[in-house]
């Protein structure tokens, strides 16, 4: 008597019987998977962004009205910051150019925004801590006066000034 | 199980643009003025002036002042003026009765007289340079055509306006 061999299908088919039976003994038993994410710092600007700031001065008279806007920010780290830079110092002298060459001025954090002698200007390039969560930051350009500026020929003056938040 | 699958995909969607917040992306704000021309003067103002006239002989000896100014725009101006607003180069001190005694203004430091100075007109713009300026103010009584020789003996005065176009 023959006995029929079985062919390369039929011993797959009986190793998946196999499997399946290991598997079923186990019915019942709690197995897990993790799910997890990192939430990184961030901050993202809640407005359009600080406007364009128009300030004026007088050289003749050596007198500069600043202007104001604020930079508002969410940001879910603990110590966020912000800088700002021209490019131009490492001081506290921002300059915009014109037809004279440079007009310096001050950026300060602050809503009153009353120029060179109330405020406390900021160094460029170097952090400003942002508040966490929703905060609004002022910013407040002024013409410096006290003779830096008093020689400007008249003229359109203008300045780019790049400001990074750190989360 | 389609609708899972939507949610997932939407999920993944967010936390991808959620993510792009996790770097700080520098911006920029402007920050311009335009600076209108303007003029100062930077001193007191020109000096009162005292000429001195002599009728029987219709000289003249001139006195001279300044006008200090910084002017930051390109063509800055200066006009003179008195009472008499003649279109011409006369200017007149009076007296308390209302006599005239003609003079001229001129821009000059030497103050030589009508002779010799460039007598300015009323009302019409003289060039002041541009930034840092010293412009020289020169009276003279004018001489000669007898135009003040029969000027009577007492105080004679006039009041010049200056106006500075930037």
Known sequence: ?167 | MEHSLTALVAGAALFAAASTGAYAVPTTFNVSTTINASCSVTDSGPANLTPSYVPSTDTSTGAATTLNTFCNGANPNVTFTDALNSSDTLFAMTTVGGSFLYYQISNTATCTGVAGDNPVYEDTAIALTSGVSSFNICAAVITGGNLNTGAQAGTYSDTVTYTIAP
């Open chain 1, 1 to 167: 008597m023959n006995f029929p061999t079985l062919s390369r299908s039929g011993t797959a088919l009986l190793a998946s019987a196999a499997f399946f039976a290991s598997v079923s003994s186990g019915a019942g038993a709690t197995n897990t998977f993790n799910v997890s994410t990192t939430i990184e710092d961030s901050c993202s600007v809640t407005n359009a962004g600080p406007s364009d700031l128009v300030v004026t001065y007088v050289p003749t008279t050596d007198t500069s009205t600043g202007a104001a806007t604020s930079l508002d920010t969410f940001c879910n780290g603990t110590s966020p910051t912000v800088s700002f830079s021209d490019g131009t110092y490492g001081t506290t002298n921002f300059a915009m150019t014109g037809p004279g060459g440079y007009l310096y001025y001050y950026l300060s954090q602050s809503t009153t925004c009353t120029g060179v002698v109330a405020d406390n200007p900021i160094v460029q390039g170097f952090t400003q801590p942002l508040g966490a969560g929703t905060t609004s930051f002022d910013i407040c350009a002024a013409v410096i006066t006290g003779g830096v500026n008093t020689g400007a020929p008249a003229g359109a003056y203008s300045d780019t000034v790049t400001y990074s938040i750190s989360p």
